[in-house]
């Protein structure tokens, strides 16, 4: 009788030791799987906030020069207009899902892209004023962060 009650013990042991292994293992899958999702959601979001910052950027130069053509700029500023409130959106999006270091990233990316539209909104502003606006350097700083923030690593410089 002790034989198997040691046995059924052994058994119950190896039962309990199988359970928890499989339950450890689901329980870093899930874990894994979640972090996979958030990930592709913050890419898809980095990448909606940048191409929307480029939109702006492309309309309050195509604004510029228009003006330094001489021609009139209304629909490239009603295009920047609409990427604004869009941006503003995709904003939020973007800070709730990123790092600290990448969320500071764009609130200075915002603050070149205000300077931006400030600018492009002067009537008199052609091109020429818009150019010195840094707004590519802090949307390269930003490219850095998201890739520090998704564990993409990358060799090569960003220009």
Same mark, same amino acid.
Request: hydrophobic residues 40%; contains cysteine.
């Given at each position: 009788?002790?034989?198997?009650?040691?046995?059924?013990?052994?058994?119950?042991?190896?039962?309990?030791? +199988? @359970?928890?292994?499989?339950?450890?293992?689901?329980?870093?899958?899930?874990?894994?799987?979640?972090?996979?999702?958030?990930?592709?959601?913050?890419?898809?979001? @980095?990448?909606? @906030?940048? +191409?929307?910052?480029?939109?702006?950027?492309?309309?309050?130069?195509?604004?510029?020069?228009?003006?330094?053509?001489?021609?009139?700029?209304? #629909?490239?500023?009603?295009?920047?207009?609409?990427?604004?409130?869009?941006?503003?959106?995709?904003? =939020? /999006?973007?800070?709730?899902?990123? #790092? #600290?270091?990448?969320?500071?990233?764009?609130?200075?990316?915002?603050?070149? /892209?205000?300077?931006?539209?400030? /600018?492009?909104?002067?009537?008199?502003?052609?091109?020429?004023?818009?150019?010195?606006?840094?707004?590519?350097?802090?949307?390269?700083?930003?490219? =850095?962060?998201?890739? +520090?923030?998704? /564990?993409?690593?990358?060799?090569?410089?960003?220009?």
């Amino acid at each position: 009788m002790a034989t198997q009650i040691i046995t059924l013990v052994g058994v119950l042991i190896g039962a309990l030791t +199988s @359970y928890f292994a499989t339950a450890m293992a689901e329980r870093t899958k899930l874990r894994h799987l979640m972090a996979t999702r958030w990930d592709e959601r913050k890419l898809d979001t @980095y990448i909606e @906030y940048v +191409s929307c910052i480029k939109e702006i950027q492309r309309a309050a130069m195509d604004a510029g020069r228009a003006r330094d053509q001489g021609k009139d700029p209304s #629909d490239a500023l009603t295009e920047m207009e609409g990427n604004e409130k869009k941006r503003s959106i995709l904003f =939020e /999006t973007f800070v709730l899902l990123s #790092d #600290d270091r990448a969320a500071a990233a764009a609130h200075a990316v915002n603050q070149r /892209t205000w300077e931006l539209l400030r /600018t492009a909104r002067v009537p008199s502003n052609g091109t020429a004023e818009l150019r010195p606006i840094p707004l590519v350097e802090a949307l390269n700083v930003l490219h =850095e962060a998201a890739r +520090s923030d998704l /564990t993409i690593s990358s060799d090569t410089p960003t220009r």
